[in-house]
């Protein structure tokens, strides 16, 4: 199915202005020109275009776009991964910063101590990670590197090696989701609920979240574009399913 330039431009939130910018640059080549005497795009294009604006949400410099959106090529997986690590590293940090809100608060009216290390958490992440190493690098490193004055006794940095078990972990974890779902097993189910357990151990593996932390998580995946669109590319229906789950879990096995 084929696109107007100014279909493309409603869903992607690109303006018309930029489609022509990006076609004069040679990064997003329209398909074919109509006998309307539009322009076309279809969905390598629509790829295309998507992989621009991760890239720009990223920081790569449109100069440097150009090698990386050859078709097969492994840097723009790398930018992508890159990305997605990220966003996950921002969404918790917030969270953080919630739990943070909420401790302060339970504070202020007197109904709970503070440590005073726990005022700034979330300000300031945790760990920063270097961009992922580059197609064919194995020697590059990957450990995180503290960057706040939280106590650091008995955190162990993570490398190269712990970064991508991780990333499989929740892989594996949203491919399980997605079978679980086809095989009409309700989010709270057992089978369903020890699944989300997995999610909740690899979610502690950054900080550990309230009831109301992990709820508002849930509706993150749902309501934020990004992870939204994460999700719908493992199912359409993955992040409310997860969201219903995850809901459930808090209910249950947080206190």
Request: glycine share 6%.
């Amino acid at each position: 199915m084929a696109y107007s330039m100014t279909d493309v431009s409603g869903m992607s939130g690109v303006s018309l202005n930029e489609l022509s910018h990006y076609a004069e640059l040679g990064l997003l080549t329209p398909a074919f020109r109509g006998l309307d005497e539009d322009m076309y795009y279809e969905k390598r294009e629509l790829l295309k275009l998507q992989q621009i604006m991760f890239c720009k949400e990223a920081g790569v410099p449109e100069k440097e776009m150009g090698p990386m959106l050859k078709e097969d090529s492994l840097e723009i997986v790398r930018v992508m991964q890159q990305h997605r690590m990220q966003l996950l590293e921002e969404a918790l940090r917030l969270h953080g910063l919630i739990q943070t809100l909420d401790k302060t608060v339970s504070y202020l009216q007197g109904e709970r101590e503070i440590e005073a290390h726990e005022l700034y958490n979330g300000f300031v992440q945790h760990t920063s990670y270097p961009l992922l190493p580059e197609a064919g690098e194995t020697e590059h490193s990957l450990e995180a590197v503290p960057t706040n004055d939280h106590p650091t006794e008995g955190m162990e940095l993570k490398s190269k090696e712990d970064f991508l078990n991780s990333q499989a972990q929740i892989d594996q974890i949203h491919l399980d989701l997605k079978q679980a779902m086809e095989l009409d097993l309700a989010p709270g189910s057992p089978e369903v609920q020890q699944i989300i357990g997995r999610h909740l151990e690899w979610i502690k593996g950054y900080y550990t979240p309230t009831p109301e932390i992990y709820r508002d998580l849930a509706d993150l995946y749902v309501e934020h574009h990004d992870f939204r669109s994460m999700y719908d590319g493992y199912h359409p229906r993955l992040a409310e399913y997860l969201r219903e789950g995850m809901i459930i879990k808090a209910a249950h096995d947080l206190f």
